[in-house]
């Protein structure tokens, strides 16, 4: 494991970059959601039997900017279950709380490679869950929030995603009671961390906190304000509250980074080089530090569980809005009139 002691007396230099001008980019989302708007590719989630009744055409894109310009269209305002988005959010309140070292130790930062509810990710690795973006790590990180009761670490966990979103969040009742009843692949799992001693607490009163969280009812307005909270240096863009520390920002968008697509995580931030993350009911939000957020809401999914008519969405935006991370032109134009051309490309 790299020692963070390398770096800790260096200071943290931050480089941002602009957006458009408010009505470019406006322009630009309204341009994204027409784009798309008749891909029917993919299926929408049937394991948790409420989402199967979703319409799946619906379709919401939202960008909010962390200078507070916000942007919605289509379905932006249409809510659904958060599901896996959530897990980022509890991960930022447990760094927050714990800080990156701890946290760090019992839920690890790396991605498995395997489906997100998979109980051999865990065996494999002895018990530790790797990964905070998957089920088992994501159980994991939940048994950290603070609380005498599972009900205390409920609230604390609507709490701060409430304040991330800038809104009073509200528990979906009907999804929460379909995924309770289905659940019992997530109990295996807590009860699985809990026989490694990975889990402190009772894991089926964990795995209800996790459920709940996961049927937080959001749109994709919200998840926008949510991401761009954490784009903001932990401050809401809309609201002016501080949630989150800069370093617990920096923190959270690295893990996601390489976990937020499940096992397609690789090739979302090859293709669009944003840290994000995705939930089975179809929304995906998409994070530009020092810019703002991006988020899609859309049912049907590939084989993976992200939703697709958001991913191309988002992919667009990230383009055309000049997003990825990756990115760049040279700083001079000199040095781009004296770069070496390429080796040309040999005849066959
Ligand atoms: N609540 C879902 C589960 O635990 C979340 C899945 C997801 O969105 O990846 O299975």
Same mark, same amino acid.
């Given at each position: 494991m790299l020692d963070p002691a390398?770096?800790?007396?260096?200071?943290?230099?931050?480089?941002?970059?602009?957006?458009?001008?408010?009505?470019?980019?406006?322009?630009?989302?309204?341009?994204?959601?027409?784009?798309?708007?008749?891909?029917?590719?993919?299926?929408?989630?049937?394991?948790i039997p409420v989402l199967a009744e979703v319409d799946p055409e619906l379709f919401g894109l939202?960008?909010?900017?962390?200078?507070?310009?916000?942007?919605?269209?289509?379905?932006?305002?249409?809510?659904?279950?958060?599901?896996?988005i959530s897990k980022m959010f509890v991960y930022a309140l447990a760094i927050q709380e714990h800080g990156h070292e701890r946290v760090r130790e019992i839920v690890g930062v790396?991605?498995?490679?395997?489906?997100?509810?998979?109980?051999?990710?865990?065996?494999?690795?002895? +018990?530790? !869950?790797?990964?905070?973006? &998957?089920?088992? @790590?994501a159980i994991a990180t939940t048994a950290l929030m603070p609380g005498a009761t599972a009900v205390e670490q409920w609230e604390r966990v609507r709490e701060g995603l409430s304040a991330f979103a800038g809104r009073p969040l509200s528990l979906?009742?009907?999804v929460y009671a379909s995924e309770a009843q289905t659940n019992d692949r997530n109990r295996a799992l807590g009860r699985l961390l809990r026989s490694y001693g990975r889990l402190s607490g009772d894991p089926d009163e964990v795995v209800d906190v996790y459920t709940r969280q996961c049927a937080l009812s959001v749109t994709a307005h919200d998840l926008a304000v949510m991401g761009a909270t954490l784009a903001d240096g932990g401050v809401?863009?809309?609201?002016?509250?501080?949630?989150?520390?800069?370093?617990?920002c920096r923190d959270t968008l690295a893990v996601?980074?390489?976990?937020?697509?499940?096992e397609r995580s690789g090739d979302w931030l090859f293709e669009? +080089?944003? !840290?994000?993350?995705?939930? &089975?009911?179809? @929304?995906?939000?998409?994070?530009?530090?020092?810019?703002?957020a991006v988020a899609g809401f859309s049912p049907r999914l590939d084989e993976a569980g992200n939703s697709i008519r958001s991913q191309m969405?988002?992919?667009?935006?990230?383009?055309?809005?000049?997003?990825?991370?990756?990115?760049?032109?040279?700083?001079?134009?000199?040095?781009?009139?004296?770069a070496p051309s390429p080796a040309p490309q040999e005849q066959s």
């Open positions: 390398a770096w800790r007396d260096v200071p943290q230099e931050v480089s941002t970059g602009s957006l458009p001008g408010w009505d470019r980019v406006e322009e630009i989302v309204r341009n994204a959601h027409s784009r798309y708007r008749g891909e029917r590719g993919g299926t929408v989630a049937d394991y939202a960008v909010i900017e962390v200078g507070g310009g916000l942007h919605d269209a289509g379905d932006a305002l249409h809510p659904f279950s958060i599901q896996s790396n991605n498995t490679g395997l489906a997100f509810n998979s109980v051999m990710a865990v065996e494999l690795n002895d +018990g530790h !869950p790797m990964n905070p973006m &998957v089920n088992a @790590g979906d009742g009907v809401n863009p809309v609201t002016g509250e501080r949630v989150v520390s800069e370093e617990v996601v980074a390489s976990t937020g697509l499940y669009i +080089g944003l !840290p994000a993350k995705s939930g &089975v009911a179809g @929304g995906i939000v998409a994070v530009a530090p020092g810019k703002g969405a988002i992919g667009y935006l990230s383009r055309v809005l000049g997003l990825n991370l990756f990115a760049s032109a040279p700083a001079r134009r000199e040095a781009s009139a004296t």
